[in-house]
Nanobody, 120 residues
Framework: QVQLVESGGGLVQPGGSLRLSCAAS????????MGWYRQAPGKQRELVAT???????NYADSVKGRFTISRDNAKNTVYLQMNSLKPEDTAVYYC??????????????WGQGTQVTVSS
């Protein structure tokens, strides 16, 4: 089994910054892509950003230029640096990881979510 533990959420004023972290642990041989998603009240979960094991990134248009995704492969950890935050960024943020545990087991895992609230 694999567990993803997120941290770094909280309350921030508009224009402020937060950094989210997500560490994967358990039976891990390799991690392919890792990513961040978010879900605001009454809305569907949406992609925020993804990063491959080689460092290629993809962002939602709404966060381009403000958010930066990165990862530390040695620590099995993915980060999301969020700058110039807006009230519409308020949501529960979830990380996920595409994990190869052994030659026969490859799954996508999700974290429990961390609340980000942008408000004055």
């Amino acid at each position: 089994q694999v567990q993803l533990v997120e941290s770094g959420g909280g309350l921030v004023q508009p224009g402020g910054s937060l950094r989210l972290s997500c560490a994967a642990s358990g039976i891990i041989f390799s991690i392919y892509s890792m990513g961040w998603y978010r879900q605001a009240p009454g809305k569907q979960r949406e992609l925020v950003a993804t990063i491959t094991s080689g460092g290629s990134t993809n962002y939602a248009d709404s966060v381009k230029g403000r958010f930066t995704i990165s990862r530390d492969n040695a620590k099995n950890t993915v980060y999301l640096q969020m700058n110039s935050l807006k009230p519409e960024d308020t949501a529960v943020y979830y990380c996920n990881a595409d994990v190869l545990s052994n030659i026969l087991l490859r799954n996508t895992y999700w974290g429990q979510g961390t609340q980000v609230t942008v408000s004055s």
